[in-house]
């Protein structure tokens, strides 16, 4: 794993199979846009034939404002159409606010109107379990 240097909102680290993992330091918008600033140098960097897969971790910060990250969402797919397969799993720690967080990130998808993005929602006791599915090829 190679760990990047911490910003004040998120800790970033690659593993060696290509997943990269946020983690939030807090629930902050600042995060959420720090978040969006890595997925661009991302974008930048890395080859669209490539699937970007990313581990976000919410367990310890809790979630984030979620409607904050949604219109986030629009606007760096909006400047992004061409964006990569992008295969996400999110880890919480309290089941509360899955439901809306599963509703957004649909219409998110249907937003796109192509399954280039691909999520789902994993407790951080399944943290195992997300990196399979990360993992997985199809």
């Known amino acids: 794993m190679v760990q990047a240097p911490t910003l004040a909102t998120i800790r970033y680290a690659v593993f060696n199979d290509n997943i990269h993992e946020i983690q939030f330091l807090n629930r902050s918008p600042a995060a959420v ?3 969006f600033r890595h997925y661009d140098r991302l974008y930048d960097t890395t080859s669209h034939k490539q699937t970007l897969r990313y581990l976000i971790d919410w367990h310890q ?3 984030p404002p979620l409607s904050y990250v949604f219109v986030c969402g629009r606007e760096w797919l909006d400047k ?3 964006f990569h ?3 996400t799993a999110y880890i919480y720690n309290n089941e509360f606010m899955v439901p ?3 509703s957004l990130a649909r219409m998110l998808s249907n937003y796109v109107k192509d399954d280039r993005l691909q999520w789902r929602f994993f407790h951080v006791s399944q943290r195992s379990k997300a990196l399979e599915w ?3 090829s199809d």
């Open 134 to 136: 990360l993992q997985d």
């Open 33 to 35: 846009r720090d978040l």
């Open 100 to 102: 809306l967080a599963t």
């Open 80 to 82: 992004h159409p061409d």
């Open 61 to 63: 910060s809790g979630w």
């Open 85 to 87: 397969e992008t295969r």
